[in-house]
């Protein structure tokens, strides 16, 4: 297996196997920081910054997951952390917008745009804007959340929860009229 045999030379320290890894996954792990921190040049040194954790945390890498699913870990975790020491605000692309495959309802009326869904993201507590852009923008579910954020699975569903309750008033004011 092509995967499983380049971790185990990066474990060793095997340069070329780091760069065959790196150039596999550098472009996707561009997007996903990109996707958070949304300039171009703050998501290259997120991404290096993702790398060299990889590469130095390779050993706990157990093949339990892919390596690309762990690696987006890393990644989310630095975009965040550069997030929190910017205090930048976070918004998403349309083409980022998932469909959620949960029982809760996410629908907005159709007359609400992208555009002002972003902003209502953007204005969420920083505690509830992280668990909605994991959890409808890159796909995790409540338990990677939780381990990502280290919180646990419970706080991690009222977050949701939370923010979710808080993007609709948002959106609500907004569609009303009554919004800034």
């Not at 995967?3 to 890894?21: F, I």
């Not at 996410?106 to 804007?129: F, G, H, P, T």
């Not at 890159?138 to 977050?159: K, M, P, W």
């Amino acid at each position: 297996m092509f995967q499983s045999n380049v971790v185990e030379k990066c474990k060793a320290n095997d340069r070329a196997a780091q760069l065959q890894l790196y150039r596999k996954y550098c472009d996707g792990m561009f997007v996903v920081a990109n996707r958070f921190v949304k300039n171009a040049d703050d998501a290259e040194d997120v991404l290096q910054e993702s790398f060299i954790k990889a590469f130095q945390k390779i050993h706990q890498y157990k093949g339990e997951v892919t390596f690309g699913a762990w690696l987006k870990r890393i990644v989310v975790n630095k975009s965040i952390d550069f997030l929190k020491s910017k205090k930048d605000k976070v918004s998403i692309d349309e083409q980022d917008m998932q469909v959620v495959a949960e029982d809760d309802n996410w629908n907005v009326s159709a007359v609400i745009s992208i555009d002002e869904v972003r902003l209502a993201i953007d204005q969420l507590q920083e505690k509830y804007k992280y668990v909605v852009l994991m959890f409808l923008v890159e796909g995790y579910d409540h338990q990677e959340i939780a381990e990502v954020l280290n919180i646990s699975s419970s706080a991690c569903r009222t977050r949701l929860s939370r923010g979710k309750n808080q993007l609709k008033e948002l959106l609500k004011e907004k569609n009303y009229g009554t919004g800034s």
